[in-house]
């Protein structure tokens, strides 16, 4: 039986992990819990180890030392143990491209469920539902390669959910993205949580990770330094600057004194939802 809203999912115990010809470790140790139902953020600088980590999660990489737990078990790396785990979690690489490969972004979707063993008639029922689920249904024909950054972007995000995953893990998911693709995909995102998917995802944006997350685990040198309620690690201008990450704007805001109110995670709801001044006031 899988866990309920707010127990552990899926947890990282003291990985360890060395690339071949490598110099170090790439992970050291590291610890991580991934509570489900919620949404985790993994902030770090560059080569910090978060995509190492996410490639640990759904059973890519095995570790040199440690162990992965699903449910409080020992992921498997056999080809039956990594078949349920794919399936437990869901793996969106940064690069749309690295995952798009068929002539269709609809036979694109329909691969995972038909190496599921899945009848015709059930993968066609979850093609049409993910495309519908994602607002790409007038992709579903089109080949991947005539498609916008943002459009591949969801298409290599339908491709998973196709196999209906538990954990939807997303390696920086907003690099690329314009403005506005960044706010479609969020709305996206934020529609799967709703429905009870439990989203793990990779970015260095802490602007992001603040507005967005409701947890955030800060990584340096292959550790995680500290992991908790995004507003509160986030908060934490010296364990941020362990990572090597910036402070949020609407903290920075803050802490220099600017009236901010506590419920405002970002720079945007804060003056979205300010009053309406009149002109003459002088302010």
Do not use: C
Not at 116 to 135: C, H, I, K, M, N
Not at 268 to 273: I, L, T, Y
Request: proline fraction near 6%.
């Amino acid at each position: 039986m899988g866990a309920r809203v707010g127990e552990v999912i899926l947890e990282a115990r003291g990985l360890v992990h060395r690339y071949p010809g490598g110099d170090g470790d790439t992970l050291r140790g590291l610890d991580l819990r991934v509570t489900a139902g919620r949404r985790l953020a993994l902030l770090g600088a560059n080569g910090a180890g978060k995509t190492t980590l996410l490639l640990h999660l759904n059973g890519t990489l095995r570790p040199r030392e440690g162990t992965v737990l699903l449910d409080g078990r020992p992921g498997r790396h056999d080809p039956a143990g990594l078949a349920a785990w794919r399936q437990t979690v869901g793996l969106v690489l940064q690069e749309p491209d690295d995952q798009l490969f068929a002539a269709s972004v609809a036979e694109d979707v329909s691969f995972g469920p038909l190496n599921l063993g899945l009848p015709e008639d059930e993968v066609a029922r979850r093609v049409s539902e993910t495309l519908e689920a994602l607002r790409i249904t007038p992709l579903g024909p089109r080949p991947p390669h005539l498609l916008s950054h943002g459009q591949r972007k969801r298409a290599a995000i339908a491709g998973i959910l196709a196999m209906r995953p538990r954990v939807l893990v997303l390696d920086e998911p907003t690099a690329g993205l314009d403005h506005l693709g960044k706010a479609h995909l969020l709305s996206t995102l934020s529609r799967l949580g709703e429905a009870g998917a439990t989203i793990v995802f990779s970015t260095h944006d802490v602007d992001l990770a603040h507005a967005w997350a409701d947890e955030a685990a800060l990584f340096a040198e292959g550790r995680v330094l500290g992991q908790g309620p995004a507003t509160e690690i986030l908060a934490d201008v010296a364990l941020l600057q362990s990572a090597r990450l910036g402070t949020p704007a609407v903290v920075a805001l803050r802490r220099a004194g600017v009236s901010v109110p506590d419920g405002a995670r970002s720079v945007e709801e804060w003056v979205g939802n300010r009053p309406n001044r009149h002109p003459s006031s002088g302010h």
